[in-house]
């Protein structure tokens, strides 16, 4: 039987508990409100302010400036260097590998700002505006958007290393402003030359290569757009046959003795991170040995890496009808080599309408009766009877290239101007070298559906031009 005291003394304990429960809420209040108290003692005006003038004069305590590695787009471009020294409260100078113009310290209006929190803003047109600038859109798809860059940055306090670290305005990427030294300027000068060394314009052929034990296995390495990013295909087989694979797509950036490169698959599969090759300038290449005596390098080639047989496709009348290439293509000229441009461009005024064909087995009429042929039809004023120029051609499969000769006219009122035969030959010797073209189809890789064709002289590499493929 349960006691009206016993009911008495538990009441009592359960008061006690809620007594103590109380006073313990009581004193975490007073000590949050104390601690409230010490962080706003100042008004929001006053510590933002402190704010802004703390990131100001960390950016200008460190004489030789700040370094800044800058990876606008996550997949789609590769690596810029910045070098800042920020001289007062509102100006900077700033240097960048961004192009040769860049490498020399320039005046920049900057401000610290407060938004949601502490910001940096560069307001004068430099070269980190060049990374967010929409005239220059390099990558594909991304018309407009430039190279994904920023050159508003989120402050976000300092590393255990005494890096200040921020974050993208727009797109919340982090990355560190780290100090430089005596020779960041220097150094950025010494990098930005091996950006010339990588494509060198001597060939349009490139690759990739892994080496050891006797064994090479190289890779097809190309420059897909212009914003520090290269293209690695493997050759694979198909059909008996070798081929490129689909690749793979790599950013790199630029460093005193050679370049980085973001990722490399190996032969193996195994994918290897952030690779440092050195520039051998007696190879003419870049190249490490990895822990395992692997040699890896980039360098350039004479010819593809596979050999060529797009000739084939094309002296294929049943799958051929004509090839053209036309400066009104932007895509074309795109594909073509300046090179080219310099031999093709002097035509245009002696009267060619810019663009020319190559005919395969194109069936012609005339008194003797029906007959294909083969010839180059060059649109335009240029021949004797003011009209196009249509020069007959011979083509032979060569094995791996494609040699042209020439054969005449059509007709003797398509020939050449005798004024303007020294500009018109010049391009013909180009178009008939006996030493030929590696052809390829690079398949259709334009706006267009039609296949792209590129012809690259086997004398002279670093000529290529690229012709829309028709089949009637």
């Known amino acids: 039987m349960i006691t009206i005291k016993n009911i008495a003394m538990k009441r009592i304990a359960c008061l006690s508990t809620i007594c103590l429960a109380l006073a313990a809420l009581i004193f975490t209040i007073s000590c949050r409100d104390k601690k409230e108290k010490e962080v706003f003692e100042?008004?929001?005006?006053?510590?933002?302010?402190?704010?802004?003038?703390?990131?100001?004069?960390?950016?200008?305590?460190?004489?030789?400036?700040?370094?800044?590695?800058?990876?606008?787009?996550?997949t789609e471009t590769g690596h810029y260097q910045f070098l800042f020294r920020f001289v007062n409260d509102t100006e900077a100078e700033i240097a960048s590998d961004f192009s040769s113009d860049d490498l020399t310290l320039k005046k920049s209006e900057y401000s610290v700002l407060y938004g949601s929190t502490t910001k940096l803003s560069f307001s004068t047109a430099g070269p980190l505006h060049k990374l967010s600038d929409s005239k220059f859109s390099p990558i594909p798809g991304s018309l407009g958007s430039g190279l994904k860059g920023d050159f508003e940055f989120l402050y976000y306090g300092e590393n255990e290393q005494g890096d200040l670290v921020f974050r993208t305005n727009r797109t919340n990427k982090t990355f560190l402003f780290k100090k430089a030294s005596d020779n960041s300027l220097k150094d950025l000068e010494l990098s930005y030359p091996n950006l010339g060394k990588l494509d060198q314009k001597k060939t349009v052929y490139h690759f990739f290569s892994e080496s050891k034990d006797g064994t090479t296995i190289k890779s097809d390495l190309n420059f897909p757009y212009n914003a520090r990013v290269i293209n690695i295909r493997g050759v694979t087989e198909s059909n008996g046959k070798p081929?490129?694979?689909a690749g793979y797509l790599t950013g790199y950036g630029l460093a005193p003795e050679g370049i980085y490169l973001d990722s490399v698959k190996r032969n193996s599969g195994e994918f290897l991170k952030n690779v440092q090759l050195k520039y051998n300038?007696?190879?003419?290449?870049?190249?490490?040995?990895?822990?395992?005596?692997?040699?890896?390098?980039?360098?350039?080639?004479?010819?593809?890496?596979?050999?060529?047989?797009?000739?084939?496709?094309?002296?294929?009348?049943?799958?051929?009808?004509?090839?053209?290439?036309?400066?009104?293509?932007?895509?074309?000229?795109?594909?073509?080599?300046?090179?080219?441009?310099?031999?093709?461009?002097?035509?245009?005024?002696?009267?060619?309408?810019?663009?020319?064909?190559?005919?395969r087995q194109l069936s012609f009429a005339s008194a003797s009766g029906t007959r294909k042929i083969d010839y180059a039809f060059i649109p335009g004023t240029a021949s004797v009877l003011n009209g196009p120029v249509r020069a007959l051609l011979i083509y032979e499969d060569k094995g791996d290239r494609l040699v042209i000769k020439r054969n005449g006219y059509r007709e003797a009122g398509s020939a050449i101007k005798p004024a303007n035969a020294a500009v018109f030959n010049r391009f013909m010797n180009f178009l008939t070298d006996p030493q030929g073209f590696y052809v390829e189809n690079q398949g259709a890789v334009t706006r267009y559906p039609n296949l792209v064709f590129t012809f690259t002289s086997v004398r002279d590499p670093s000529i290529r031009f690229a012709l829309y493929h028709v089949k009637l």
């Open 42 to 74: 100042k008004p929001a005006a006053e510590r933002i302010q402190q704010s802004i003038n703390s990131l100001r004069e960390k950016l200008k305590s460190h004489a030789p400036g700040w370094k800044l590695t800058y990876k606008p787009g996550k």
């Open 243 to 245: 081929v490129l694979d």
């Open 281 to 359: 300038e007696n190879q003419k290449r870049f190249e490490t040995v990895l822990s395992d005596g692997t040699l890896l390098t980039i360098g350039d080639s004479n010819a593809p890496v596979i050999p060529a047989d797009g000739h084939k496709y094309f002296l294929d009348p049943k799958l051929t009808s004509y090839v053209l290439f036309n400066f009104g293509h932007q895509d074309l000229v795109s594909l073509s080599t300046d090179g080219f441009i310099e031999l093709f461009g002097p035509c245009i005024r002696i009267g060619v309408d810019g663009g020319f064909i190559l005919y």
